[in-house]
Nanobody, 114 residues
């Protein structure tokens, strides 16, 4: 049973924007931190963004700081990753993780290409 579902990926040109969404159909996200990771071809999965359960603590990896933003709406049981000024090196499968365990989604593909 998939515990987390991502959506919003696609193909955009450099400089474009996408907003990814993540929801947990069978669990509440209200009491847990949420994270976005990505994995590019031939590379290890890396943490992109983290948000605490109350949104008090937010962390973004250096390569996306100033371009990406993570937010959450606990009433909608959804976490977002707003991605602006996308670059070809942002091309990857983006995964959402619920909490600090192993509740992963199946990922959504983001491709940035002229």
């Amino acid at each position: 049973q998939v515990r987390v579902v991502e959506s919003g990926g696609g193909t955009v040109q450099p400089g474009g924007s996408l907003r990814l969404s993540c929801t947990a159909p069978y669990d509440s996200i209200r009491s847990v931190p949420m994270s976005w990771y990505r994995q590019a071809p031939g590379k290890e999965r890396e943490l992109v963004a983290f948000i605490s359960k109350d949104s008090e603590l937010i962390r973004l990896t250096d390569s996306v700081r100033g371009r990406f933003a993570i937010s959450r709406d606990n009433d909608k049981n959804t976490v977002y990753l707003q991605m602006n000024n996308l670059k070809p090196e942002d091309t990857a499968i983006y995964y959402c993780k619920r909490g600090l365990g192993n509740d992963w989604g199946q990922g959504t593909q983001v491709t940035v290409s002229p």
